[in-house]
């Protein structure tokens, strides 16, 4: 039996909650939470060489899972591939002008629900919970032998 101050319950019931959330905020534009933040990510760096290993670095997510989330992309129509003008053997991911056109809807649904999570909290508040989380993060990081922000690759 966990203690009743347990952090990880905590934060993996969060993580489910904000899950579900951001996917019923999604379903209208045929979205799971994964897909929008993945293009999310895409529409931002429109123009710029992303590739799947760069989303599953940015995410924290295996290739299989990357490669699943961007079969669905294309599948609906929000991404397509075109060939690296610098490298023939690779792939660049390029938004479709249907994800260009749903991008600031995303981008306002997602406000919506940060202002939700942090109500009722000062600007301070806001500020330490960030940094906890950030050192939560960290912590995590350092368990696995892994800087968050580089791949298992990148550490040998």
């Known amino acids: 039996m966990l203690p009743e101050n347990a952090v990880g319950p905590r934060i993996k019931r969060i993580s489910n909650a904000l899950d579900r ?17 993945v293009l999310g990510y895409l529409t931002r760096h429109a123009g710029e060489p992303v590739t799947p ?10 290739q299989p899972t990357v490669t699943g989330i961007l079969q669905r992309l294309e599948a609906k129509g929000f991404i397509r591939y075109a060939e690296d003008s610098g ?21 306002l649904r997602f406000r919506e629900t940060e202002r939700l999570i942090t109500q009722g909290m000062s600007e301070r508040e806001t500020k330490e919970l960030l ?23 990148e550490v040998k």
């Open 21 to 37: 959330k951001r996917t019923l905020d999604m379903e209208d534009m045929e979205l799971t939470s994964s897909q929008s933040f």
């Open 53 to 62: 290993g760069e989303l599953g670095r940015h995410f924290d997510l295996s």
């Open 87 to 107: 490298d023939r053997r690779k792939k660049r991911i390029c938004v479709t002008e249907k994800a260009q056109e749903i991008h600031q809807q995303v981008v």
């Open 131 to 153: 940094a906890l989380l950030d050192r939560v993060i960290e912590n995590i990081g350092r368990v696995d032998g892994l800087d968050p922000c580089r791949s298992k690759e």
